[in-house]
Every structure is written in structure tokens, then in C-alpha cells.
């Protein structure tokens, strides 16, 4: 085989293979890979194709990496993530930088870079699941523990000169609501259990119903069969 093996995987590889010198500018290789990820040529500037929102974290990445080069204690590998491409498709990149060291001198700066865009969505999607999350928290906490809070006092007026079993039954099935309410509310917030546990003896369960005792009977009868 003519051409270098170890090349001709880094070729072929769908994430961007890069080399830097250890100025952190030159570059000395990018593999294939970086036009079809970053979406232009290899020979555009790195720093033109990156989102401005994101150039003070790489501008930070690359002071960080000079700065423990100047220290002669690079780290073993330095992470960035940054949204970078053409303008038109939202591309989200991380990479990762190791420097390389010859002679106990880092020679040079060497990294992949991988396309997580399908990931940083994901993250976007779970972070408005939890806004809306928030925003039912607080709709319950607001919009109906207040009314009902007004319901539970006229009821509780009404009651101090009326002995209706009516009021009574009222005033009990909005004080369950209420607490329904909290429950929901602390359940929303990440307070709350889904349910009351209780430990049970394995061995009682699994013989069923008609062999237990009468406790351990009434647990078996609770749970879902």
C-alpha cells in the first residue's frame, strides 16, 4: 500500500480531523471531512466561520491553551463548543484540542471536531419542556390556588352559621383540591413523590393473595395487576 494507512482512515473519517503549530494559528492539515461539517472550503479563515455570539468562548479557548503553553503545563485536552458555518444552516461543533508535545515542548496543537448540532436541539427542546413546566407551576400556584382560596373562606363564613352537610361536603372536596394543587405544584417544582412506598416481604407477594397475611394481603391488593 502506496499511501499512508493511518491517513487514509483520518481521511475518511466523517468528523474533522485538524493540526495546528504552536502558534495556534498555521495550520497543517485538515482532513476532508471539514467542508461537508463546517460547511465551507478548508481555506477560509477558522475564525470567520464562527457564530459571533460564540468568538469571546473561542477567543477565550485559544487564551487559555496560550497561556499554559507560556506556563509549560499545557492540559491534556481543552473542549470548545461554538456554533460555526455558512450563515444559512445552523451548525453546533465540539471539539477537542490535545496538544502535542516533542521533547517535553508542545510542537503543536491537534484536535477533532464533531457535529453535536442534533444534541445542542435536543438540549434547546428539554430546556422549553422545562419552561413550560415552570410556567404550569405556576399557573397552578397563582390561577387556582387563588380561587380557591376565596371559595374556602366564603365557605367557611357560611359554615359558622350553617351546619349543612352540604357546606361540610364542599368545604372537604376544595380542601382536596387544594391539596391536590400543592401535590401537583411540588411535583412540577421536583419536590414531590409520584406516590406513598412501603416495603413488602418478595416472598408474601409472589405466592399471591390467598396464601398472605391480611397486611401483607391488602399490599398485594394494591399494586397493579
Known amino acids: 500500500m502506496s499511501t499512508d494507512p493511518f491517513r487514509q ?24 471531512a471539514y467542508e461537508s461539517v463546517v460547511g465551507v472550503t478548508p ?8 457564530h459571533p455570539d460564540n468568538e469571546r468562548e473561542a477567543r477565550e479557548w485559544l487564551a487559555e491553551i496560550r497561556a499554559d503553553i507560556a ?8 473542549v470548545l463548543q461554538v456554533n460555526v458555518g455558512d450563515g444559512e444552516t445552523e451548525r453546533w461543533l465540539e471539539t477537542v484540542g490535545v496538544p502535542i508535545v516533542e521533547d517535553g515542548e508542545m510542537v503543536g496543537l491537534a484536535g ?3 457535529d453535536v448540532t442534533e444534541y445542542v436541539e435536543r438540549e434547546r427542546q428539554l430546556e422549553e419542556q422545562v419552561e ?35 357546606v361540610e361536603t364542599a368545604i372537604d372536596a376544595l380542601e382536596r383540591i387544594e391539596t391536590i394543587t400543592d ?12 406516590g406513598e412506598r412501603e416495603r413488602v416481604s418478595l416472598t408474601e407477594v409472589s405466592r399471591g393473595p390467598g396464601t398472605t397475611s391480611t397486611a401483607a394481603r391488602r399490599r398485594w391488593t394494591s399494586i397493579p395487576q
Not at 44 to 49: L, W
Request: hydrophobic share 40%.
Open 9 to 32: 482512515i483520518v481521511d475518511h473519517l466523517t468528523e474533522v480531523i485538524w493540526m495546528l503549530e504552536a502558534d495556534l494559528e498555521s495550520v497543517v492539515y485538515v482532513n476532508p
Open 43 to 50: 481555506e477560509c479563515d477558522p475564525a470567520a466561520v464562527i
Open 112 to 114: 477533532i471536531s464533531s
Open 132 to 166: 413550560r413546566l415552570d410556567q404550569f407551576a405556576s399557573m397552578v400556584s397563582h390561577d387556582l390556588r387563588n380561587p380557591l382560596s376565596v371559595a374556602l373562606s366564603h365557605l367557611e363564613l357560611m359554615r359558622a352559621g350553617n351546619e349543612s352537610a352540604s
Open 71 to 78: 506556563d509549560g503545563n499545557p492540559k491534556r485536552e481543552y
Open 183 to 194: 401535590e401537583l405544584l411540588d411535583l412540577a417544582q421536583g419536590n414531590g413523590e409520584t
